[in-house]
């Protein structure tokens, strides 16, 4: 009889824990989200999927799917951007009556300052039952898009300094070195200093500056520059911090890029003294500003030099 008991004790208690394991796998479970990853078909762009550093302003494209785990469909679903804890914006907020749900979403990284913004997805189902993911995007500074060089000194015919200029990568040349084909073609302008023509910057292609050097006559690349002075000054020059402004900086001055030389003493196209700006394009067609900053005159002239500082649009990469 005790064993009967001792059975039926031994049946209740797995009654209970079956019961109770039931009842477990019967609650609902929240819906589940999951980042996109591959690329986006529409862009062309890899999709973020999980923290990433960009530029500020960068564009890129983020997807997930929210799905229900329950008999219930999903009712909300929430994405909001959170920079720094000081700034929150709602991209997504949407009631639904789906079990799943996929979306992609184009954007942009913070565009003011770096920092760190953290992108959150919540939905929540029919059930109340909720589920949330992140990512962070650290936004760091941008590429300007342009090239700024300093106190670039140049020296006429006779000086000891370099007398050419490349103004993409801010390197001076001396004559000698400029017999090089790859060197010639990155030159975009040469100074001399002369009674005529006073401090003098001019593109390879005037055939005017084959009298102070002839060598250029022979060169096989010459680049042709384009030049015209402006109104612009030294404050306006310093405002000059990317791309645009600068490209927006010279549209609006109103010049027309028309000269391949730029003398001190002729007055077409105009002559410059310290202080003045000049714009200029190049062959492969980057834009930029030229501020003087001294002209030195010596005797003779060919030791005289000149002194400026530039900045200019960066080649395509």
Known sequence: ?????????????????????????????????????????????????????????????????????????????????????????????SAVSVSSFTVDIETIAFPNNPGSEVFTIKVTDKNGLSTSASFTITTVPGDPGISSYTNITLGSYTSATNSSFASITGETFSMTEAQDADVQAKIDWVYFHG?????????????????????????????????????????????????????????????????????????????????DVLAFETHTGNRGLLIIKEVNSASPNGNSTIKYDIKVENPPK
């Open 195 to 275: 009674a005529t023509y006073g401090h003098t910057v001019m593109s390879p292609t005037n055939n005017n500056l084959y009298a102070v050097y002839p060598q250029i006559e022979n060169w096989t690349n010459k680049n042709n520059t384009l030049f015209a002075k402006t109104a612009l000054n030294q404050a306006a020059y310093d405002l000059v911090t990317d791309k645009n402004i600068l490209i927006l900086t010279i549209q609006n001055t109103g010049v027309t890029l028309n000269s391949n030389f730029f003398s001190e003493l002729i007055s077409n196209p105009g002559g410059f003294a310290v202080g």
């Open 1 to 93: 009889m005790k064993k009967i008991s001792y059975l039926l004790g031994l049946l209740a208690v797995a009654g209970v824990l079956f019961t109770s394991c039931a009842k477990d796998e019967e609650e609902p479970l929240p819906p589940t989200i999951t980042f996109l990853g591959g690329v986006h078909p529409g862009t062309g762009w890899d999709r973020v999927d999980g923290d990433v550093t960009l530029e500020v302003g960068e564009p890129f494209v983020f997807g997930f799917t929210a799905q229900s785990k329950s008999d219930k469909n999903l009712s909300t679903i929430k994405v909001t951007r959170d920079y720094e804890n000081v700034s929150q914006t709602t991209v997504l907020d």
